[in-house]
């Protein structure tokens, strides 16, 4: 019986141990560089600490157990699925800021107009397309507001070509303030109504 929980142990439940100890450590791994793009020094070195140590831990085992193919199967496996699942974990975090230019050539006045009613600051030029007059419309909001907006945009005009880039650093100047003064107080007294 003790031979047999030693095979049960060594071929399944090791590589097992391996392989979920390493999706924890290359989430956090991944989730510190995405830390570090964003500007976030202060929560990258916590993840990297505790990504080594669970790195620490992990190729301990692998080490003690040099004979098993299992484990080193394990090993490499998880590398892809534990930068799967931190972009995932990064992607429902929703962190940090977007910038959203919209190019539009029907509604995009009025688009503009809408998405400073709902408190987002916008900037709009008149710009020459492909297809003649068009307007740019660039707005920067928190990566959680993404889906609302897409919807504004497909509302407005499903044809609307837009690109989102995420942004590091937004510093607001006077004018910023101006008018988060002015969506602050809009919103307020909207709410109320």
């Known amino acids: 019986m ?3 929980n030693t095979m049960v142990f060594q071929w399944i439940v090791l590589p097992l141990l391996i392989f979920l100890s390493r999706i924890l ?8 560089i995405i830390f570090l793009s964003k500007g976030l020094r202060r929560l990258a ?12 831990i992990a190729i301990r085992q692998l080490m003690n157990n040099v004979s098993n193919i299992a484990t080193y199967i394990a090993y490499a496996l998880v590398f892809a699925a534990g930068t799967f699942v931190g972009i ?3 992607d429902r975090l929703s962190i940090g800021q977007v910038i959203i230019r919209i190019i539009i050539r029907i509604g995009g006045a009025q688009l503009a107009s809408h998405l ?11 710009a020459h397309g492909d297809a003649g007059e068009v ?9 959680q507001d993404l889906p609302h907006i897409e919807k504004l945009i497909n509302d407005f005009n499903p044809n609307a070509f837009y690109s989102i880039e995420d942004v590091r650093f937004v510093k ?18 909207r709410k109320g109504k």
């Open 116 to 126: 400073r009613s709902e408190g987002f600051r916008t900037t709009e030029l008149e």
């Open 135 to 143: 307007r740019i419309i660039f707005t920067v909001i928190k990566r």
């Open 2 to 4: 003790g031979f047999v």
């Open 45 to 56: 070195p916590v993840c990297g600490f505790f990504e080594i140590l669970i790195w620490l």
């Open 88 to 90: 995932i974990v990064e």
């Open 172 to 189: 607001e100047g006077p004018l910023a303030r101006t008018s988060y003064v002015r969506n602050y107080l809009f919103r307020r007294g």
């Open 25 to 32: 450590d290359v989430t956090i791994g991944t989730i510190r």
